[in-house]
């Protein structure tokens, strides 16, 4: 199978169509020009070619091209996860997953700004995906730069990055049967919190609003309570420990709680950890009629 998109430089939405399709097609060759009679020998062309078909074409550029979701018009990376994505997920949620993530990068290439910056704040902007990508671009263009190279270069991250999403998309029926069984234990127990086993991959996406802290053994096998935020990519958070908490370790948090085997609580209040299970679970309780 022959990949064809424009040469020169490159952005994160090129950079991502052609890694899903290398996820998808094994063994496929990739062509970067803007050559017409080039184009025609491609069984697929993006972000080039000016049409859009669904079939082999998915370019976004011309002005009859309207497609959005969400409000936000798609761009290459999109337009090939629209046609091609369920081939690499599991179901309509992981689907939406990654087609969420892909949202930012083609928002990005379509030049609009949804980043909402606070005033304090206004001179640092986040580093984005799209960003990510364009560093790869060469610093220079003298005719000895090899564009092509480093293109390849940025859809191997790519395909790192899709793979790493990807795994936690086609995860999420699980986790949400793990920790929908939790919350239903919870609210039984007329408890705002609830106890995993096991930190579930996805667990901020798919907590009950009425839950305030979760419970979970941590991979070094200590025990932490983690507020929830309001929403998923978010600091603000439902509810946080107690003020005279914060920054307090070992001896001095343990006395402040009365929970011997507390040891750590961050300062910004939104995670507090314990040696055992049955430690967490009395810090989630006092936090929860503190």
């Excluded at 090939?80 to 369920?86: A, L, Q, S």
């Excluded at 986040?126 to 220079?140: A, G, K, M, Q």
């Excluded at 949400?176 to 995993?196: S, T």
Aim: with cysteine.
């Amino acid at each position: 199978m022959i990949i064809a998109t424009h040469d020169g430089i490159f952005h994160a939405d090129d950079v991502f169509a052609v890694a899903i399709l290398k996820l998808i097609y094994k063994d496929i060759r990739i062509i970067r020009t803007r050559d017409e009679n080039e184009l025609k020998k491609a069984d697929i062309c993006l972000d080039v070619g000016r049409k859009y078909d669904g079939i082999k074409n998915f370019d976004h550029h011309q002005n009859d091209f309207t497609l959005k979701r969400n409000n936000i018009p798609y761009a290459s990376s999109g337009l090939i996860w629209k046609h091609f994505g369920n081939e690499l997920v599991k179901s309509k949620e992981a689907f939406e997953h990654i087609d969420e993530i892909l949202q930012t990068v083609d928002v990005a290439d379509n030049g609009i700004d949804i980043i909402n910056v606070k005033e304090e704040f206004k001179d640092i902007y986040p580093y984005t995906l799209s960003r990510l990508i364009d560093s790869f671009n060469p610093i220079s263009n003298e005719e000895s730069i090899n564009y092509d190279k480093s293109f390849l270069k940025a859809v191997e991250l790519a395909i790192v990055i899709l793979k790493n999403e990807i795994a936690i998309a086609n995860n999420l029926e699980l986790s949400r049967k793990i920790i929908n069984k939790a919350i239903l234990k919870a609210k039984k127990e007329n408890k705002n919190y609830i106890v995993l086993n096991n930190l579930v991959s996805g667990w901020k996406k798919i907590i009950d609003k009425d839950i305030l802290f979760v419970v979970y053994r941590h991979p070094d096998k200590t025990w932490c309570v983690h507020s929830i935020p309001v929403k998923e990519e978010n600091f603000e958070n439902r509810k946080l420990f107690p003020e005279e908490w914060g920054d307090l370790t070992n001896e001095k948090l343990a006395k402040i709680t009365g929970v011997k085997d507390a040891f750590f609580c961050h300062k910004g209040r939104f995670i507090v950890c314990c040696k055992t299970k049955q430690g967490t679970i009395k810090i989630a309780e006092m936090a929860v009629k503190s």
